[in-house]
Every structure is written in C-alpha cells, then in structure tokens.
C-alpha cells in the first residue's frame, strides 16, 4: 500500500516509517524541512496548513499516517497550535474524501484528557482511566487533540471514513536520554508532576509504531480514539499505592489493579486493533554500542 506519513521524520515517525517499510508498504514522508533524506522512503517538503499541497500529495497515496502537529503548547501561541494541529487535520481528511482513502492513523495524545498542561486539573473520575473518561482541556495543546479526534468522528458520519486516533503518551527510544532516565529507579520521585498528571505512562517507541500501522490495516470501522501506553506503570511501584499518593479522593477502581498495572487501561486497543505493548518497564536497556 502507498502510505503518506505527514511529520514522519520527528521522533514517533522514525519508528513508525521502519515498521511501515517492515510490513511491505511503499513510503513517502512529509516534513516542513527541505533537503531531508529517509532510509527507505520517498521524502517531500509539505506545509499541511495549505490545502492544495496537501491535497496534491495525498491523491498519489492509499493511506495516511497523521503525524505532523506542534507537540506541546512550549514556544508555540494558541494560534499556532490551533493551525498546525485542528486545520491540517481537517485539511488532510478532506483531501482523503476526494482521494477515496477509507481509512487513517492520526496521531492525538494522553494530553486529549487535558490533564498535564491544563490550567485546571483534570477531575479523575476512576481508575483505570479508558477512553470513556471525560475530558477537560484548558490549555491549547490539549483542545488541538480533542478537536482532532472531534475531526475524526465528523468525517466517519459523514464520509465513513474510519480512523484511530491514538493517545500516545511518552514515546521513549531504546537506549535514548529518557529510556536511561526511566531506568534510573533509585533516583526518581514517584511524585513528580510531569509523572503524576501522565499517570506514570509511557510507551516503547516500537510499540507505538506497531499501532500507527495497526491503525491502517486492522480489519475496523469507526472513528476511535484509543490509548496507546505500557500495560504497567513505569516505576515499578504497586498501582494502587501511587493511586492513593496522588490521588487519593478516587476510590472508584473498575479494574483489580493487584500489582503494577497501568492506571491508564488499553485494553480498547487490543479490541479494535489486536494491538497490545510487547516492551514493558522495567526491561532493560540495550548495550552501549562498542
């Protein structure tokens, strides 16, 4: 299958452009940077805030990976965030209307919850947190993701286009500055912020690729968003005892959560994908190279 991967040479593409090659697909990347090259893939400079471009673009392809956004509201105005993340979305499944695409991965994230960089904290309900969960977004980054996954859902009922939107929380390289902090138990806060309003999630770069491609080959209809994270949490400590660090007015718990599972669940992903995370915490790193 011809795959569009907009944003695919940023930190989740170039896991994501590997597995797609992996699996047999013919790639073209799309990035804002001209004069980038990718290993196996056609590269070619594209602003998705321009329709045309990305109209051009997406005719010559069967499938798209959405992974270009603005990651976080840091150095970016609400503007900015609004155009790069909620327009390019809508700009890229209208194009896929006229191209006949029926199907998408989009990248959203953990942060469509609107938890970590809201101005107001999240009300968690429940633990393990699913898909169900309302949402309270005040910050830009957050109502981006929201409003991308808004997007998804008006294009399935009016175009029955199916796609996924997945929240994705931490993607960690192997051997990569955050995997060798991740390891680095003895020394870390359990009570960090950062960890604390993510609810100590995060996932394998890998692991996450597997679902962006999942994303356009499972055998699904609809327009879901789902989270994508490990099954466990990633600081070894007993779930229920980070729950009641943290969060301690939740006593509602809809899982058993007997050991380090992830307060976060993804058991929707194995339903709608038969994805599930195959590198859990704490494995080890890999060897430095010699």
Known sequence: MRVLVTGGAGSVGRAVVPELLRRGHTVTVAGRTPGRTVEGARYE???????????????????????AAIPSPRRHDSREIFEANCLSTYYVFDACVEAGISKIALASSINALGQLFGVRPLPVRYFPIDEDHPQLCTDPYSFSKKILEETAEYFWQRNGISSVSLRITMVVHPGDHMWRRLHDVPNRDPMEQYMVRN???????????????????????GAHPLFINDSVNNIGMPSRQLAAMAYPEVTDFREPLDGTESLVSVRRAKEILGWEPQVHF?????????
């Open 45 to 67: 400079v594209l602003d998705c805030t321009q329709f045309e471009a990305v109209r051009r673009l997406v005719l010559e392809h069967e499938s798209v990976i959405h992974l």
């Open 199 to 221: 609810y100590w999630t995060w996932v394998d770069a890998r692991d996450s690729a597997r679902a962006f491609v999942d994303g356009i080959e499972a055998p699904y209809q």
């Open 282 to 290: 704490p494995q080890e790193p890999p060897p430095a190279p010699e």
